[in-house]
């Protein structure tokens, strides 16, 4: 399959053609490189990786500088996918400049090529200064888990009419400042299939039914590794969890059981002559020469 570089520009273009947009969550090179040559459109180093790689509760406790640690890692392994870094908690909503200047780090430190920040309207000014700044953003509305705390726990979003009209508002205002695709997340179906005939820029879902341009997912879902809380839209399409199980399993019985290395996973001394080595191991004292080494050396 020969693969072209995947850019903002034509992830909008996928839109007006009618094309489905397949994203995904990645965190580290080896993972980022499959997903990469399985020509996934965008990855995202999001900062889900606060719970599925680092074990917090929840995507509070991941830090800018693990953010780009990893989303480094991941562009080593992207050819062509487009990568979009995900701005985590307390990077981009205590002042803008601040905001624009950890943008920008994403992209220059990290290897991104654009990045995500949760919010609607109330963080227009944020998006508009950083896309001023030359840098392409994703905006992300619904289930905003940053928000966590002042939802109440990780609940669907717009089930009233204020809060579908708020969301249907803010993806208009969104696209109006600059954002080149929006990610809906854990929203009534019907409400992000009206948000999406609304806007121009593509709607990536997750949670939000199939109306959306696009879906993303956290690929540990996905795959069936991490599956301590499932919600209702996580399919696994994949028992990967189970297969490391398995493989552990059998690698700790073999060793177990002195049937891991075999002679096929072993080094042979370059001559079968052994006689050399086994003559002085046999005459020598080896503790003493090994001090006498050590006292040559240190
Ligand atoms: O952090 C993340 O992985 C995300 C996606 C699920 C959209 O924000």
């Known amino acids: 399959m020969s693969l072209q570089k995947m850019t903002t520009k034509k992830i909008i273009e996928k839109k007006q053609k009618g094309e489905k947009i397949v994203t995904i969550t990645a965190y580290d090179y080896s993972i980022a490189k499959i997903v990469d040559e399985c020509g996934f459109d965008l990855i995202l180093v999001g900062d889900s990786l606060s719970q599925v790689i680092l074990g917090h509760e929840n995507t509070l406790g991941v830090t800018i500088e693990e953010m780009i640690h990893h989303t480094k890692a991941v562009s080593r392994g992207v050819s062509n996918a487009l990568l979009v870094g995900d701005m985590p908690f307390l990077s981009y909503k205590i002042d803008v400049r601040d905001a624009v200047y950890n943008a920008g780090r994403f992209i220059q430190e990290g290897g991104?090529?654009?990045?995500?920040v949760e919010g609607g309207t109330e963080i227009l000014p944020t998006i508009k200064a950083i896309i001023d700044a030359d840098i392409e953003v994703m905006g992300h509305i619904?289930?905003?888990?940053?928000?966590?705390?002042?939802?109440?726990?990780?609940?669907?979003?717009?089930?009233?009419?204020?809060?579908?009209?708020?969301?249907i508002m803010d993806a208009i205002n969104l696209q109006n400042a600059?954002?080149?695709?929006?990610?809906?997340?854990?929203?009534?179906?019907?409400?992000?299939?009206l948000v999406t005939s609304t806007i121009d820029i593509p709607t990536i879902g997750i949670g939000a039914g199939q109306y959306c341009d696009g879906q993303i997912i956290i690929i540990y879902d996905m795959l069936g590794i991490f599956t301590e809380f499932k919600p209702k839209f996580v399919k696994h399409f994949g028992k990967v969890g189970e297969n490391i199980r398995n493989a552990l399993n059998a690698y700790k019985d073999e060793?177990?059981?002195?049937?891991?290395?075999?002679?096929?996973?072993s080094y042979s001394y370059p001559t079968e002559d052994l006689s050399e080595i086994n003559e002085w191991f046999e005459s020598a004292d080896v503790k003493e020469e090994a001090t006498k080494l050590k006292e040559k050396l240190t």
Do not use: C
């Not at 991104?112 to 995500?116: L, S, T």
């Not at 289930?143 to 705390?149: D, I, S």
């Not at 600059?178 to 299939?193: D, H, M, R, T």
């Not at 059981?257 to 996973?265: I, R, T, V």
């Open 112 to 116: 991104a090529e654009a990045v995500k």
């Open 142 to 167: 619904g289930l905003t888990p940053q928000k966590v705390y002042r939802f109440g726990g990780h609940l669907v979003q717009g089930k009233t009419l204020d809060a579908a009209k708020k969301l």
């Open 178 to 193: 600059g954002v080149f695709s929006i990610v809906l997340e854990g929203i009534p179906w019907q409400i992000a299939k």
């Open 255 to 265: 060793i177990i059981g002195s049937k891991y290395p075999d002679l096929d996973h």
